[in-house]
């Protein structure tokens, strides 16, 4: 068994406001995240797949098939994009990092063919402090 | 003579978009970086400064002073915001990194002590591919 | 199910010795390590965190909170210090990467809300080669 | 428990070439990576080993003896190379990094002394965007 | 008066060796970057541009002309090659850095629009440790 | 004209003190820099060699020669160490990095092969947000 990680990186917009709570409690909560305009950043996401080697070609995966999958299904909505205004995930869910990676982690799985080695995990990081993880 | 390069980071979102110019121009010249809810980065500011060094205290510039100097001046209204509707250089001017770094390079002369030693430098990375240098 | 990893930085500086062995072997063992006035590092410290999000902030842990039990119980002791003087876990304990990195996590444990999502790592870079982790 | 990964670098070439497809299935299937006078990259390679902590020392192992290893078994015959013509294990098998990296697994527990912590993980990174890991 | 730097990554192999000296001189002075089959790199390209800026784009140079010219007159000719045998520059000239740095210089000189900002800077990164800068 | 720049690391510890200042100006001027036993830093040094290129070795200078160069004169006795007991330098003055630095220009200097192209510029990194640059 072998694991693949397999990086991307796309730069977009959010502002962080939860429709449950109150401006106030929006502001307590997340702070500068909440100013009105949002603001934004270049994340990086790391795709993890895990499978035996095929013998004759000495790949886990096909990579740019893997390419394809991620740009079509997640980079071409969310790169140089607005989360809150763009992606209807976010239209009444918080646009936190979290809520971000369980978006990515269901739009891969929409779309990953049954004959691929399985999707692991998905990783996201938002700034270089912050890295969140999914099992699948 | 010492030249002392000081790192900043702040996280904004931006649309490109030139009021000179038609949609059809705007899209041409700006790619997805037009797109109409815009989209962020996590910029990197590094500040040069140089000058002769204080022989008693064996510092060419207080890094404390410049710190809170360059966070009422820059990062105060330009970190977590929306360049275009939160910084008043935006308003008319297209947000493209080489205009915020002229903006950044005015504040910072605005509030310049005259007893400091100069600024020489003011560059701005926008990603890990562009960097943008202005002499001062 | 998602885990948050949560960067820290610090500055300390160490002299590895062991008080079990002579100056011979001390020398042996640890190298240049075992200079007697020590020396430093820039030490990157990893937090993980696992658990259930909340739905109604979308979020794993509050950050802030986080940001402040770590501070609080780690870095304000060990950042710009010397850890064989200033650190009494390191009295008669080798300062390794590996016995800070157990002191942290003791640290970290001892301070940890019964309420929050569970420390589940604890990561500690020493340099760019060398990294340790610790399961909790 | 206490888990130590320490990195490794080394720079080496190859062509992806398989035997068992045509020319044409070649450049389909690997793209410039199968170019007929090959490319190279700077490997990172991080060697994962989990065990006890010796009590006198504060260490999980030796670092100068597990760099000796590594150096021996592994960055000799490969740093500086051309893994196609300096490397047995490829011969008949594409040097892709996922076989590259089942080679320095099969090099690495080959010297692997009994007395040392268990060899854990071998990862290896082709170029910043693909990370190939190993269960040992 | 504003300078871009942008970055561009190749990767590509390569073996030092001087027609000038002999077989004993060579391994002497490359060392082990004298080896038969040779190795290879991930290099990485910034290509320095410096003008004024255009008032009604706020841009110094449009990145997307830039991109394709490199890609073209560059990347394309030394990405995933063998430097000695599929570049020209290096039939008879050792594929060291510095030469390497040159014969980019040169190829970008060749196709550089007279219309556009001057080229100021070409700098090559061979590892970490070693970067090589030529003024134009 | 080709501009190398070579880097190099070590780690050491030092404590900012000035002799010219009370210990009260000491705290204020250094902060927690001033903590009296000290910390640590895993310091980066750019060395940065200017000249014209030897047309049969295609090198601007013998990087090995270089290496040995700089270990002689500045790593051995800087490299995990601490810089006010061990390095002479600082026994009368602060061992602030602009110090360092200026330390470091003369060490190389004395050393320095007539022969040799220019020592050009010492750049000296304490940490990822502080560069220090001197001109020879």
């Known amino acids: 068994m072998m694991r693949l990680t397999r990086r991307y990186r796309f730069s977009a917009s ?4 939860s429709g449950d709570l109150t401006a106030d409690q929006n ?5 500068k995240c909440n100013n009105p305009h949002g603001h934004g950043h270049d994340y990086i996401l790391d795709v993890g797949v895990s499978g035996p080697l095929d013998r004759s070609t000495g790949r886990v995966v096909a990579v740019p098939s893997l390419d394809a999958l991620v740009r079509d299904s997640v980079l071409r909505d969310l790169d140089h994009r607005n989360l809150n205004a763009d992606a209807p995930e976010f239209a009444q869910t918080p646009a936190t990092t979290e809520n971000l990676a369980i978006a990515i982690r269901q739009r891969l799985l929409e779309h990953w063919p049954a004959a691929w080695p399985r999707l692991e995990t998905v990783r996201l990081q938002e ?3 912050n890295r969140f993880e999914l099992k699948v």
């Open 127 to 129: 700034t270089r402090r």
């Open 27 to 31: 502001r307590d909560l997340y702070g």
């Open 14 to 17: 959010h502002r962080l406001h």
